[in-house]
DNA sequence: TTACGGTTTTAGTCTTGACTAAAAATAAAA
DNA sequence: TTTTATTTTTAGTCAAGACTAAAACCGTAA
């Protein structure tokens, strides 16, 4: 059973608001993610109750199926291989990829999706270090370790913060650690914890042992 | 203005067709290269003259314009760049690279079609010998040469034959040396002119000077 | 329990790009 | 010059995927 361009595109938006699967996902909501109108998306989630690729009941929402959370892994493999292309082969920067690979994702073509991801060597991670699934829809845990535990020369990618107040978020985007920025560890301080931080391949930071406790990555 | 998939796979059939604009076309032989209905044909034509890329004269075929021209090379440039990057890259074999590269040539985004070319080193020729036209639409003429004429080590493609009689192509056919087969010069015989030939990095071939002087080929 | 506001669905329309069947134009033959 | 064969165009449909407007449904508050 072949899927549209379109349909791939609601079965992905429904496995996002959905949380992988976990909740259900009301039409409104579907809307708002796909930018188009309620209505459109009613008609669109009849089609794709009639292909079992979610569950249907009108005015209830949706919830996907094992089929389609399947379907939707796939396109989601293909968008963030093709991300890891554009950043590692292209040069791409981060925020130039997603458009691009919105409609490479949509490519058919199963060997060249299991050549591509030979090529960039398998990469567990894409650009804005979401996991990759494998063939198979499986999706690694993502772990999480504190800035502050990394050793150094690890490389990573900040994807979150422990303490979420204006203030923290202020001062990190004042020095230039959003969340999404890659990073190393040039070095640590023993004396007092505090830490030497690359940041996109060009920016030296240098942070206290507190502000590197409160930063979430991911180690690649 | 912007082409749809459709809009630009007529035009490209039309640049095809026309023998690169020289020509003008039917609408019959546009129906049979994108294998639908000359009905259908007419109605994209009379859309394409709109848009100003084809010169439209009901019951009189086709013209395509410089515009229609610089478009079709675009897609065709787009197209011969991504079987660079099949080939070259993700060790696709030349003749499984098409139908994926028909997909890839419509995703819109001239700074990955800049960085793809700038990655693959500027490529002049696509996998099947046939020419990259630049940016700007220029194709830079093929030198043909005879195979006899090639020196040993080097590489390239058979692109024609001199002698196109029956007889010669059903002997290239059981020797394995088809039009499109990328070769390299192993080894020439002073004493009586043969030639020593790989055919797609995996077979020897041995060819008398008489035919070597009847295979034409462009070198890379 | 009924009324109301928000959500969702239905009904009907539009555009793109395909189709078939029929009409019209051209080209070739008598 | 008229007839005939071929090509091309028009007219009318269809499916996908969007839209608007109107109707139907759900949950909550009176």
């Known amino acids: ?3 549209t361009t379109a349909e791939e595109n609601y079965l992905k938006a429904i496995y996002h608001l959905s949380d992988g699967g976990t909740k ?3 039409t409104n909501d579907v809307a708002a993610q796909i930018k188009t109108k309620a209505a459109s998306v009613s008609d669109m989630l009849r089609k794709l109750g009639e292909k079992e690729v979610i569950e249907y009941r009108k005015y209830y929402g949706v919830n996907i199926t094992e089929e389609g959370k399947k379907r939707a892994l796939q396109t989601i493999r293909k968008h963030r291989l093709w991300e890891v292309f554009l950043v590692d082969k292209l040069q791409f920067a981060w925020d130039e ?5 919105e409609e490479l994702e949509h490519i058919q073509s199963p060997l060249l999706i299991q050549r591509l991801d030979e090529f960039l060597n398998y990469p567990k991670f894409d650009p804005h270090g979401d996991p990759i ?3 198979f829809g499986d999706v690694r845990a993502r772990p999480r370790v504190a800035l502050i535990e990394m050793d150094i020369d690890q490389s990573g990618q900040i994807v979150a913060v422990k303490d979420s107040s204006a203030a923290f978020l202020k001062y990190l985007d004042k020095v230039g650690a959003y969340i999404g920025a890659r990073i190393k560890v040039l070095d640590k301080v023993e004396f007092d914890g505090s830490m030497e931080i690359l940041v996109d391949q060009k920016k030296t930071l240098f ?4 502000v590197a406790a409160n930063i979430l990555a991911i180690q690649s």
Do not use: I, R, T
């Not at 942070?207 to 507190?210: C, I, L």
């Open 1 to 3: 059973m072949v899927l």
């Open 133 to 135: 699934p494998d063939e």
């Open 24 to 26: 259900s996902v009301s």
């Open 207 to 210: 942070m206290s042992k507190d």
């Open 97 to 101: 990829v997603h458009e691009v690979a």
